[in-house]
């Protein structure tokens, strides 16, 4: 972790601002619409992985688009000026798409999410996913896209960006809070090769530059994921000799969030645990099998269902539970 120590405490709202999009005068008509959307699906579709999978359904309100994903709801506007507002009850936040005189209606997507087509070689979706994450994906159809996407993330008073070592992005209240964070940019073109991208940080504004070259084959995929929970869970059970055992699941999202947030990951299992009735699970050796867990199974073994951690095992030490597999 670079700079100011981090806590985990969560406050106020976040706002993500996405500044990219150039204004211009044209209406899109609903069928273009409808056809443009058609051709994002299928680009989305073909890089597959995260993109498609999770999704929640968005449906129509008369005003715009909702999708319920546990505790947490997502209002898509239905034009690009409106406002993305996530809501979970703890720290709710939106998300502002750019200005833009297209007026261009939001189209539902096959994937579960809405499309905006702005008119300018690329495409905006928004995917709610079923952890209260929101990825939004942009589709660069040819060489004459932009090459940067900017967005403003604001959250409480005196928030501000940190950019990670593994490029992804914290969102820190003033005192250093965990906020939110985004999952390390990735792109990929047309015949699935990977399309060099990074995140660039200044303030409260985060630009994605994506550098296609002349061997790119559009069109290429990009996105920022936003997320705040790590954790969806966690469970006891009486498993075998060394239990009780501390079976944490973790959500999707966080499954491909920054390595360097494990200490934050763990604070947030704490804080999901019934302690009542159970032994205390902030001991070392269960904090040294949840950072093994962390930063080796969840890399090999990114679709483990739970990182089962036993009380009664002998603290090995960091090292010791990563030359035996966490175990």
């Known amino acids: ?21 150039p204004a211009f005068i044209a209406i899109a008509t609903p069928a273009a ?14 890089v597959g992985g995260v993109v498609v999978e999770e999704n929640v359904s968005a449906e129509s309100n008369g005003d715009g688009y909702v999708a319920e994903a546990g505790n947490t709801t997502v209002e898509i506007p239905d034009q690009e000026q409106g406002e993305i507002v996530v809501a979970d009850g703890v720290a709710d936040f939106t998300i502002d798409l750019p200005d833009s005189n297209m007026q261009t209606a939001a189209q539902p997507s ?32 040819s060489a004459d896209a ?27 209240s003033a005192d250093g809070a965990w906020e939110g964070g985004v999952a390390a940019p990735w792109a990929k073109d047309a015949n699935g090769a990977e399309v060099e991208t990074s995140y ?28 705040v929970n ?50 205390d699970p902030d001991t070392s050796t269960m904090r040294n099998q949840f950072y093994c867990h962390y930063d080796f199974v969840r890399i090999v073994d990114p679709d483990k269902e739970s990182w089962n951690l036993d009380i009664q095992i ?14």
């Open 1 to 21: 972790m670079k700079g100011t120590a981090l806590n985990t405490r969560r406050t106020g709202s976040i706002v993500l601002t996405l500044l990219s999009i």
């Open 33 to 46: 619409a409808v056809d443009q959307t058609s051709a994002t699906d299928s680009a989305l579709t073909s």
């Open 110 to 141: 096959s994937l579960g999410g809405v499309t905006y087509d702005n008119n300018d070689d690329f495409t905006t979706t928004v995917l709610p996913k079923n952890d209260g994450s929101v990825q939004i994906v942009t589709v660069l159809e």
């Open 146 to 172: 932009p090459t940067d996407y900017t967005y403003t993330i604001t959250g409480s008073e005196g928030s501000y960006l940190q950019l990670q070592d593994d490029g992804s992005v914290v969102l820190l």
């Open 200 to 227: 660039s940080v200044d303030g409260n504004t985060l630009t994605q530059h994506v550098s296609a070259t002349a061997d790119t084959e559009f069109p290429v995929v990009a996105d920022p994921w936003l997320g």
């Open 230 to 279: 790590y954790i969806d869970h966690t469970e006891w059970a009486d498993l075998w000799e060394w239990s009780p055992t501390l079976m944490v699941y973790p959500t999707f999202w966080g499954r491909v969030a920054g390595p360097e947030m494990g200490w934050i990951v763990w604070e947030e299992a704490l804080d999901k645990t019934e302690r009542e009735g159970h032994p």
């Open 314 to 327: 002998p603290d090995k030490g960091y090292f010791g539970f990563l030359a035996s597999k966490c175990n």
